[in-house]
């Protein structure tokens, strides 16, 4: 599998849904560590399991938590206000993420190359502004 260095593409983080997904949390999370993303932001809204235990081990996720249930735009708004990154990749934490076919979605950011499973923060606001969510 291709490796990026990571300062060789504009920052992208990742931004992941997570509500009582402890059995599925940790495919979505391990895969991650090996893309060249600049943050993981995971939302652990409403759990009644052990996500959020799971969440927390791994170390490089930062993490908001929220024993009630968030709306799933709300969540995703409130993850992209707290990013650094300039390109977020949303994911559930109820689907394994496979790095292969995510990767070259990152390399083309790379290359300067948009498509639409990266979103850029301002294409975030501007929908954000009209009520509409990508």
Do not use: W
């Not at 402890?22 to 939302?43: A, D, M, S």
């Not at 083309?108 to 190359?113: E, I, K, P, T, W």
């Amino acid at each position: 599998m291709a490796r990026l260095n990571r300062t060789s593409v504009h920052p992208v983080g990742a931004i992941i849904l997570a509500s009582n997904v402890e059995g599925t949390i940790e495919h979505v999370l391990e895969p991650l560590k090996r893309l060249p993303l600049r943050e993981i932001i995971v939302i652990v809204h409403g759990s009644l399991d052990r996500t959020l235990d799971k969440v927390r081990r791994h170390s490089r996720a930062i993490i908001v938590h929220d024993p009630q249930s968030i709306e799933p735009d709300a969540a995703r708004t409130l993850a992209a206000r707290i990013s650094r990154s300039d390109f977020l990749l949303f994911l559930e934490g109820d689907k394994a993420v496979n790095v292969d076919e995510v990767l070259p979605f990152i390399q083309n950011v790379a290359l300067g190359v948009e498509n639409g499973l990266l979103v850029r923060r301002h294409e975030l606001a501007i929908n954000e502004h009209h009520n509409s969510y990508v």
